[in-house]
């Protein structure tokens, strides 16, 4: 019998004209989301010069567009036996769990976006083909740098001060290393000052158990207590994303198929290379969702 994990991905996997084929069937949400964030996600979608590509508006436009193709997953007939998201993706595996509805997901993820996008400091840097252990001893004696994402063994972020960052980079042969085109330092204390004022925010909204296991990034082990689930959010924006752990994890949990709910195909990339035992399946637009 095949087990199937939905997984969601974040930002960078976005691409102008994603979520346009969900009109006019989900004209209601993308109405309810315009109320809440005061803009028009599909004109964003449609935006090529560059708003999509800003963080204040990729992660909400993501949000909806990824929840929007779950939702249509369900009402085919398709059910996750788990869920797992990469960064802001987490938010959507989240509201396909049943932890929270659309809005709430969609108004933390507004706040987010906007603290996220405040955060001048620090800078981020993927790495791609390098040797483990000499990059950890980097990361261990240069101080003001961490691993944001550790993305699978050849692929990783690292996030932090500017100088720190660019040392790990001269240090650590790579086959490619390249600075990333975002605000601040994601995943890292330079994230402290927002996560704090984002936890408040947190603090007001109530979880429920989610309806199947979730595999968090700050904790890859399957949970679904609504007071677990809501801690490991809160770690979220200052901790790495453990997805390389979260795709060994998969198949431990009994997984066979994972199918990437989204925009492009970033994930299953990721995963294919870490469990290649893996089915890897993507559902980017209504016409990609199996029969």
């Not at 449609?46 to 204040?56: C, N, P, R, W």
């Not at 990034?217 to 390389?244: E, I």
């Amino acid at each position: 019998m095949t087990k199937s994990a939905w997984v969601f991905p974040g930002q960078g996997s976005q691409a102008a004209g994603m979520g346009l084929d969900l009109l006019p069937e989900a004209q209601a949400k993308f109405e309810q989301a315009k109320e809440i964030l005061g803009w028009d996600v599909a004109e964003i979608c449609k935006d090529e010069a560059g708003q999509l590509s800003q963080t204040l508006y990729t992660q909400p436009c993501l949000y909806v567009v990824e929840s929007v193709l779950a939702d249509a997953m369900k009402a085919k007939g398709h059910q996750p036996d788990l869920v797992a998201g990469h960064s802001l993706g987490e938010y959507v595996a989240l509201y396909t769990a049943g932890v929270f509805d659309f809005a709430t997901g969609l108004t933390l993820v507004k706040q987010r976006a906007e603290l996220m996008d405040k955060t001048s400091e620090g800078i981020m840097a993927a790495l791609m083909g390098f040797d483990r252990d000499q990059l950890e001893a980097q990361i261990q004696q240069i101080e003001g740098v961490v691993l944001a994402n550790d993305n699978n063994a050849g692929q990783v972020v690292i996030s932090g001060a500017p100088e720190a960052v660019e040392a790990v980079m001269a240090n650590v042969k790579t086959k490619r290393a390249v600075k990333l085109n975002v605000s601040g330092a994601f995943h890292s204390p330079f994230m402290q000052e927002a996560a704090i004022a984002f936890q408040t925010v947190l603090d007001g909204v109530t979880f429920q158990d989610a309806a199947m296991p979730v595999l968090s990034n700050v904790d890859p082990t399957p949970a679904t207590d609504a007071t677990t689930l809501k801690q490991r959010l809160s770690q979220q924006m200052t901790g790495s994303v453990r997805w390389r752990e979260i795709s060994l994890a998969l198949p431990e949990c009994g997984i066979t198929q994972v199918i990437e709910v989204g925009p492009g195909k970033v994930l299953t990339g990721l995963i294919k290379r870490t469990s290649p035992s893996l089915a890897l399946v993507n559902v980017g637009a209504i016409a990609e969702i199996p029969a």
